[in-house]
């Protein structure tokens, strides 16, 4: 690493940490979600990235649902941040136990809004069960359904059938979100090069009735014309 990606990695872990704390202060829905928005604007604003959100008018002006997104980058809940800034929607992301535990990540994860899945639970009633709260209280639940960023040559990776049990156990609808450039790249870019004016486009699709029993990769991938 030269000497400008040892200082983006340092601020970078500065800042999620400074907003890890300040998201362990907050008291209300309304203002983690305010800090998360702020935290995802700041980072991107420092890596030079823009976002470009298509069919923003199709995102739902009420109601809870399950947001699912292909996941390609660390950058992506952050991307997701940015498109629905200007939405009403408020979602609890599914994260994995590895981010609780993770120094760069465990604080912020910890104290903004997320459901722990443990995947090596011996039965997922706890996890299910979290989910039912949150989704009692008026919030949506946002995952990637690969389960893992995908570093194939693909546009995305196999959906994991858990997703869609989200949706049938709490009986809301899906709402596709998909990721088009590949934000892995950009992101190597904007570190390695330092490129100004990076810009990422991420597409909003049409909800998803949850009793549809086509699975949910089929639904994605006709959705955004994925091959």
Known sequence: MNLKQISIAVYATYLTNKYGFKLKKAKTFQEKRELRVDYSETLLSKLNINIKVLNEEKLPKEGKYLLIANHRSI?????????????????????????????????????????????????????????????????????FPEGTRNKTDKQISSFKEGAKLIALKNRIDILPVFIKTNANEILKEAIEKRTKNLEIEIEIGDLIDYKDKTSLEALYKKQFNIK
């Open 75 to 143: 950058i992506d809940p952050l991307i997701i941040e940015i498109a629905l800034k200007n939405s009403p929607i408020h979602g609890f992301w599914v994260s994995k136990k590895e981010l609780y535990n993770s120094f760069f990540f465990g604080s912020f994860t910890k104290n903004a809004d997320s459901i722990l899945l443990d995947r090596e639970a011996s039965n997922m009633s706890s996890f299910f069960s979290d989910t039912k709260k949150v989704v009692r209280k008026g919030h949506s639940i946002f995952i």
